[in-house]
């Protein structure tokens, strides 16, 4: 009887036969492999997620930047302009606008057309006497209230000289210090009237006590220190009121406004002693 087996039996001892073992190792490896490159093409998708959330999140950020930035520029340009227009606007109303054409037909300093103001009614007379009147060193007074917006301050050259009054008012919104008028009982003006316009020639005439029979006589227009005209008016020193009279003659001026200053100097040292300064018109302004 044979040793063969049977065709249909049992494999025989040792494994399978050796184009099986062949064909399980070719599938494995081949298994193996797919799962590497699945491994491979997910952790790419991964790393290209990743790379392009980050990308997306610097973009969004530097629009972000980018925008707020702009805004911020936009919003200071328009802002510094517009102070700069309320601040020049602001200067201009305080310094020509303060008083209003009656006020201004009344004052006589400061000029209303200079940022020349005064809070203190006394400071104002001081100035006025010293840097439009011509007093040296005068001896000012204390500030007599008239009414509630006006009132006087006595001025005199030396401690035993005449009295020049100087009167002054509160005027504008802002209420500050005007001299409106100024006078001394040595110096009378009877022509031209108070605010009256006058013209070149302007006749002059009234009376006056002097020590050298001498009135000096200046017109000013609004805005000028400097005078228009000046001149001397002769008559008698007997140291009672006289009269005196003359004509002015002067250039057509720029402003419609003006003021008459007629002065005496001491004899003694040739200063300034007393004065009357009254307002007036100009009927032939340019």
Known sequence: MSDVPPPNGPPPAGGPPDELADDRVTTEGAEAQDRRGLIAVV????VLGVGGLVWWLLATDDDETATT??????????????????????????EFQELTDEERSTVVYPFPDTSQRFDDPVAA???FVTEFVGFT??????FAQGD?????????????????TVVVRQLGEASTWWVVAADTEEIVI??????????????????ATTSEGTVEVRLHQDGELDPLATGVFTGEA?????????ELDFPAPSDQWG????RTVSAEDGRVDRATVQRVAFADAE
């Open 43 to 46: 952790a790419a998708l991964l």
């Open 69 to 94: 930035t702009t805004v911020a520029t936009t919003t200071t340009e328009p802002t510094t302009t517009e102070a700069t227009t309320t601040t020049e606007a602001t200067t201009t109303t305080a």
């Open 259 to 262: 003021v008459l200053v007629l």
């Open 190 to 207: 009877d022509q031209p009237g108070v605010g009256q316009a006058v013209s070149s020639p302007v006749p002059i005439a009234g009376r």
């Open 137 to 142: 060193d005068p001896l000012v007074g204390e």
């Open 238 to 246: 007997t140291g009672e009121l006289q009269p005196y009279e003359g």
């Open 148 to 164: 509630t917006r006006s009132g006087e301050v006595e001025v005199r050259s030396t401690p035993d000289g005449p009295v020049t």
């Open 125 to 127: 007379t001081f100035s």
